[in-house]
T-cell receptor, first 118, second 113 residues
Framework: GAVVSQHPSRVICKSGTSVKIECRSLDFQATTMFWYRQFPKQSLMLMATSNEGSKATYEQGVEKDKFLINHASLTLSTLTVTSAHPEDSSFYIC??????????????FGPGTRLTVL | SQKIEQNSEALNIQEGKTATLTCNYTNYSPAYLQWYRQDPGRGPVFLLLIRENEKEKRKERLKVTFDTTLKQSLFHITASQPADSATYLCARTIGGSQGNLIFGKGTKLSVKP
């Protein structure tokens, strides 16, 4: 139980293009979804927190106009990296907190999306 | 600011031995500490959560301790197996049980047969 999927798993794009990453909770409804970024040998860094139907809360230093988050339903959140540049290349991971039926005191993580910007 | 530190970047042990990983935190004690396993190119998988008022938590071959005096959590894997090889992440919550997570950099465990 408590499965979170991400799509795509890998994406390579040209500099200046936009990339959308989907995060879905497959067997539970998520009150809150989180987006993280992880550089090699570094911690997961929280980028933003989103609740269904409301605007995302971004961490300090994360540009909300560059990283657009849409949390359209209790099972789907999307992250769009707009006008991507090589420095945006990273491992993007989403997580979800269950509304019920599973532990609500932890987060369930997706498998991650490897973004490479050429 | 609250920090989580996992000072050992890597730990190599022999199969069958007990692996012990360390996580230190700064400032006030978090209500919860959590441990996750992360395999290469994958997202973290939740393993154990220990509350501030709990000294120890066990799950099969895993054991976690929480020492508020030392501001430290230890994560043990007994009878380690090569399949236990992975990066183990420690995380603290901020803002209560459903607060955000702050992760350490992780310790990469390698268990040699």
């Amino acid at each position: 139980g408590a499965v979170v999927s991400q799509h795509p798993s890998r994406v390579i794009c040209k500099s200046g293009t936009s990339v959308k990453i989907e995060c879905r909770s497959l067997d539970f409804q998520a009150t809150t979804m989180f987006w993280y970024r992880q550089f090699p040998k570094q911690s997961l860094m929280l980028m933003a927190t989103s609740n269904e139907g409301s605007k995302a809360t971004y961490e300090q230093g994360v540009e909300k106009d560059k990283f657009l988050i849409n949390h359209a339903s209790l099972t789907l959140s999307t992250l769009t990296v707009t006008s991507a540049h090589p420095e945006d290349s990273s491992f993007y991971i989403c997580s979800a907190r269950a509304a019920g039926g599973h532990r609500t005191d932890t987060q369930y993580f997706g498998p991650g999306t490897r973004l490479t910007v050429l | 600011s609250q920090k989580i530190e996992q000072n050992s970047e890597a730990l190599n042990i022999q199969e069958g031995k007990t692996a012990t990983l360390t996580c230190n935190y700064t400032n006030y004690s978090p209500a919860y500490l959590q441990w996750y396993r992360q395999d290469p190119g994958r997202g973290p998988v939740f393993l154990l959560l220990i509350r501030e008022n709990e000294k120890e938590k066990r799950k099969e071959r895993l054991k976690v301790t929480f020492d508020t005096t030392l501001k430290q959590s230890l994560f043990h894997i007994t009878a380690s197996q090569p399949a236990d090889s992975a990066t183990y992440l420690c995380a603290r919550t901020i803002g209560g049980s459903q607060g955000n997570l702050i992760f350490g950099k992780g310790t990469k465990l390698s268990v040699k047969p």
